[in-house]
C-alpha cells in the first residue's frame, strides 16, 4: 500500500537559519508529489509539486524540494527560515494507480524563533 | 483565475441538529470536489470526492452526506450531528473533466470550522 511519512512531527528553527522537513513515501510506481502548507485556521496552500520531470522542484516562498528515488524522499528544503513560515506543513503522495486520490502525511510544525 | 469559497466560516451547532456546509468553486469548468475533515492536531481524512453532477463517492461511513447540485457548488449535510463530526472542513477542486487523473493536484477551501456542542 502506498503511504507517506514526514519524519518530524515538530521543528524549530531560528529566523534566518535553514529549514528541513523530512519526508519518505512509499509507492510501487512513480507518484506524483507534493507539499502543502497550512496556517493556523486556514485552507492549504499549494508549495510545489513533482510529477516525473525535473527531480529538484522550486515552489513558492523560496521552497525547494528534491526527489530522490533511491531514498524514496522528498525532503522540503528552505535556505533561511523567515519569520512568515511557520505554520503545518503535509507532505501528499498521489500514487499512480489510486484514482488521484491524495494520501496525506502527518503533517510536520514549524516554529521559527527570532 | 479559479477561486473556491466555502460558508460559513465557523459554525457552532448543538448535538442533533442539522448541518449544512456549502462550497462553490470559480472560474473552473467539470472540477473534481473533494470534502475533507481535519480534527484538531491530525491530518486531513478523505470524507466524500465527486467528478460531476450528482456523483458522489463516500469514503468513510459516517452520518454525514454530501451532493452535488451543480457543476460548481458541492454541499455537506448531516441530519443530526455528533460531537465526534467537530473539526474543519475543508473543501478543495482539482482540475479535470469528469475523470480523476494521476497528477492534478488540488486546490484547498479556507475551510469552515464546525463545532458541536
Known amino acids: 500500500a502506498q503511504s507517506v511519512t514526514q519524519l518530524d512531527s515538530h521543528v524549530s528553527v531560528s529566523e534566518g537559519t535553514p529549514v528541513l522537513l523530512r519526508c519518505n513515501y512509499s509507492s510501487s510506481y512513480s507518484p506524483s508529489l507534493f507539499w502543502y502548507v497550512q496556517h493556523p485556521n486556514k485552507g492549504l496552500q499549494l508549495l510545489l509539486k513533482y510529477t516525473s520531470a525535473a527531480t529538484l522542484v522550486k515552489g513558492i516562498n523560496g521552497f525547494e524540494a528534491e526527489f530522490k528515488k533511491s531514498e524514496t524522499s522528498f525532503h522540503l528544503t528552505k535556505p533561511s527560515a523567515h519569520m512568515s513560515d511557520a505554520a503545518e506543513y503535509f507532505c501528499v503522495v498521489i500514487p499512480y494507480n489510486q484514482g488521484g486520490k491524495l494520501i496525506f502525511g502527518q503533517g510536520t510544525e514549524l516554529s521559527v524563533k527570532p | 483565475s479559479q477561486t473556491i469559497h466555502q460558508w460559513p466560516a465557523t459554525l457552532v451547532q448543538p448535538v442533533g441538529s442539522p448541518l449544512s456546509l456549502e462550497c462553490t468553486v470559480e472560474?473552473?469548468?467539470?472540477?473534481?470536489l473533494y470534502w475533507y475533515r481535519q480534527a484538531a492536531g491530525r491530518g486531513l481524512q478523505l470524507l466524500f470526492y465527486?467528478?460531476?453532477?450528482?456523483?458522489i463517492s463516500s469514503e468513510v461511513p459516517q452520518n454525514l452526506s454530501a451532493s452535488r447540485p451543480q457543476d460548481r457548488q458541492f454541499i455537506l449535510s448531516s441530519k443530526k450531528l455528533l460531537l465526534s463530526d467537530s473539526g474543519f472542513y475543508l473543501c478543495?477542486?482539482?482540475?479535470?473533466?469528469?475523470?480523476?487523473?494521476?497528477?492534478?493536484?488540488?486546490?484547498f477551501g479556507p475551510g469552515t470550522r464546525l463545532t458541536v456542542l
Open positions: 472560474g473552473t469548468s467539470n472540477p473534481n
Open positions: 478543495a477542486w482539482a482540475g479535470t473533466s469528469g475523470s480523476i487523473t494521476p497528477y492534478n493536484e488540488q486546490f
Open positions: 465527486s467528478v460531476g453532477i450528482g456523483q
